[in-house]
């Protein structure tokens, strides 16, 4: 994993958090292809520091997805090495931090809940995610695919996992989708 101490970028992601007005620490998340970022803001007016994994959707969906879709194997392995990237931070996210995302992997799996399940201020809360997850995991176990509306991409599979991997190994109960 590479810790970036300095992003220029983060004028954009201070006018974010500025938007959500969240008092208390923030973080931003951004699943790209070949990496995950983790922004981390302590009342700052940019971020105090991102750290870099080296576990992005494609990296994830093309090194460890060999089947369509993956099968329980191919997961397990995926889930062990994102894991072992995400736990290197784990003691440095304070409690209670507020984690956020605009990025279109996330905004996929959020549209996966039920209108119904879905909040005007667009929060997606880790027992719904898991509720994603297992249907998935029903796909990978043998359901048939057809009798789900999930997306069928390796890409998509790969963002689940790093997402809840993410939520559930560094402490965050929700994250808020943002614009």
Same mark, same amino acid.
């Given at each position: ?8 970028q983060? $004028? $954009? ?7 959500c ?8 998340l ?6 995950t ?7 700052a007016?940019e ?7 080296t576990?992005?959707?494609e990296?994830?969906?093309?090194e460890f ?24 931070v ?11 995302? /605009?990025d ?5 799996i959020y ?8 909040s /005007? ?9 898991e ?5 998935? /995991?029903?796909?990978? /176990? ?15 599979a ?17 994250i808020?989708?943002?614009?």
């Amino acid at each position: 994993m590479e810790r970036v101490e300095l992003w220029r970028q983060g $004028e $954009e992601l201070s006018k974010i958090f500025a938007k959500c007005s969240i008092s208390g620490p923030s973080a931003m998340l951004n699943i790209a292809p070949d990496y995950t970022l983790l922004a981390l803001m302590t009342n700052a007016a940019e971020p105090d520091v991102i750290w870099k994994f080296t576990v992005g959707a494609e990296r994830i969906a093309t090194e460890f997805f060999i089947h369509t879709p993956p099968t329980p194997g191919e997961v397990e392995n995926a889930i062990m090495v994102v894991e072992d990237e995400v736990m290197q931070v784990s003691k440095l996210i304070p409690a209670g931090t507020h984690l956020f995302s /605009s990025d279109a992997a996330v905004k996929e799996i959020y549209a996966q809940l039920e209108p119904y399940q879905q909040s /005007s201020d667009r929060r997606l809360y880790r027992h719904d995610l898991e509720a994603i997850f297992g249907r998935l /995991s029903a796909i990978i /176990s043998g359901r048939p695919a057809s009798s789900d509306t999930l997306p069928q991409t390796a890409t998509f599979a790969a963002a689940l996992l790093i997402l809840r991997e993410v939520m559930f190994h560094l402490g965050f109960e929700e994250i808020t989708i943002v614009e």
